[in-house]
């Protein structure tokens, strides 16, 4: 039994050792993802390639097969989610895998690293972190270059690139004591210093769409996965009423 609980514990330990890093984080909501909304995951993966396939790729999916699952036909596809071109200066194809045009290189060289690929990210990550991740950027001249910290992701590398649809937003600061007695301040709030194009909750709504557009690149079987799933579970829940109505059958005569 005590090895079994060590096991157990030692299964659990990087999950752990995973939630707990970071300490005190700014925001911290919760969202839920719907499936069926395949609007939203249209309207995510507008936001996607319009502010950040130009530094990330999606290099595991492809722009048709995007299309196909959220219901986008491929001309619409060409026409409106694709403004890549190839070595050669012509269109990328619509069946083309969804990089980005920037060479590692330049990245480097840009952002002293190499922006990551995103096809996964709400997997590793989680939708709530990357929800508040992007709702959490703020104002800090402190950070030469950026000009912008995040009170989820502290000292990132990658600006606020959505900046013109959020605005600027300076943090708001309280101190607290921790369970050792040492103080220290967190963010609690933000106070919006500059306007963008969206509301607040137009805003919120946005990264929700892009975070539902996300979750889908991770795993575009999910839907089919759960609906193949409960047709399992409804079959065998039926077969076993058969079995067992059969199994009654056969021994009644030795009851």
Known sequence: MRAILIIVA????????????????YPDD???????????????????????????SAAYSRFNRVGQ???????????N????????????KVGALMKTTMTPEYAEQAFGITPPDLSLVAR????NWLYNYMRGFYVDESRE??????????????????????????????TVTDSHGNEQEVIVGFELVKA????????????HDLVAFLDYLAEPYKQTRKNVGTGVIIFLFVFLILAYALKREYWKDVH
């Open 10 to 25: 030692g299964l659990m330990l990087p999950a752990v050792t995973w939630g707990a890093g970071g300490g005190h984080t």
């Open 81 to 92: 989610l694709i403004f890549t071109t190839d070595m050669n200066g012509d269109k990328t």
């Open 30 to 56: 919760r969202i839920e993802i719907d499936w069926d909304d395949k609007a939203a995951m249209q309207r995510g993966a507008r936001t996607f390639v319009n502010y950040c396939l130009s530094c990330h």
């Open 124 to 127: 590793s990550r989680g939708v």
């Open 145 to 174: 270059g950026l000009g912008v910290n995040n009170g989820v992701f502290a000292n990132v590398g990658m600006p606020h690139v959505l900046a013109e649809l959020q605005g600027l937003q300076a943090p708001q600061y309280k």
């Open 196 to 207: 963008g194009s969206l509301t607040q909750s137009e805003y919120d709504k946005t990264i």
């Open 69 to 79: 699952d959220l219901g986008i036909p491929d001309e619409v596809v060409r026409d």
